[in-house]
């Protein structure tokens, strides 16, 4: 596959790209909303990280073209939904708005080129820590950045030897009881509001672990982040979805770097067993 064609899809799923933080591949997602076009695309939820930015501003070149890439979209006629998240949940307070052609959603549902439903919601309406325990989470969410921090400088280091990126906390999401029964836990409860609500699949963000599988009767999608792993959900003209990992696409071997294309993995669906 040539990584530097344009593809287009049906529509395009993206989160968690946490704009203002300093941890957020904007020149990543730049060139990847370069390289896809999509008729439709929603962007679920914690797109603009508010939360870093009431700590401390930080608003680089790369993240405001992220944002007039999106309009521009919108502009030649893509149809684009914002379905607010935890980091960016002052826009719940503006549903139903549009603001330079982006539509603001709470959630939303979508109807896939075969006809089934898909609810489309960030998540954090199933975190119990975010819900109901707010220092916990904001506690949380520090740690997480210290996590990025040192495993940049941890990176820098693999790079030097030669050692292609690596994510700690990616690897810890998968050894971590705590984690992995965490991860179970909000899949099954976003699956089963899908099934509530006469759905036949979900795509939520929120938790940056991207996939794509079943839970019992439901199809279950997380778009991942833009902050490690780099990672959307396409809709073919078919229907299906399909998981496109960027980072591995364009031979990322470290956060802020990127080296020039050799081989592209191919790009297929992802169906992981459920933890």
């Not at 960030?122 to 040192?150: K, P, Q, T």
């Not at 780099?230 to 696409?249: F, K, Q, V």
């Amino acid at each position: 596959m040539d990584a530097t064609a344009t593809r287009r899809f049906r529509t395009l799923f993206i989160s968690d790209v946490h704009l203002g933080s300093k941890a957020a591949r904007a020149d990543l997602l730049i060139d990847f909303l370069r390289l896809h076009e999509a008729e439709t695309i929603y962007l679920v939820g914690d797109i603009v990280d508010g939360w870093r930015l009431k700590r401390s501003w930080h608003w680089p070149q790369s993240h405001n073209d992220v944002v007039q890439k999106l309009l521009r979209k919108a502009r030649k006629g893509a149809r684009i939904v914002y379905v607010p998240g935890n980091h960016d949940e002052f826009l719940r307070d503006f549903p139903g708005e549009h603001f330079g052609g982006v539509e603001v959603r709470q959630s939303a549902v979508h109807t896939t080129a075969d006809g089934r439903r898909l609810l489309v919601m960030h998540g954090d309406e199933f975190d119990v820590v975010v819900r109901n325990a707010r220092l916990i989470a904001y506690l949380g969410d520090w740690a997480y950045d210290a996590a990025i921090a040192v495993n940049l400088v941890f990176n820098r280091v693999r790079r030097a030897f030669g050692f292609p990126y690596w994510s700690f906390s990616s690897w810890a999401k998968l050894k971590v009881k705590n984690a992995v029964a965490f991860i179970g836990a909000f899949e099954a409860a976003l699956a089963a509001e899908a099934k509530r609500q006469g759905c036949d699949g979900v795509v939520c963000g929120h938790i940056h672990h991207a996939e794509i599988g079943r839970r019992g009767e439901v199809e279950y999608a997380n778009t991942g982040d833009w902050v490690e792993s780099c990672t959307a959900i396409g809709e073919r003209d078919d229907g299906s979805l399909e998981l496109i990992r960027w980072a591995e696409t364009v031979a990322v071997p470290a956060i802020g770097r990127r080296r020039p294309v050799t081989t592209a993995p191919s790009l297929a669906d992802a169906d992981l067993e459920a933890a």
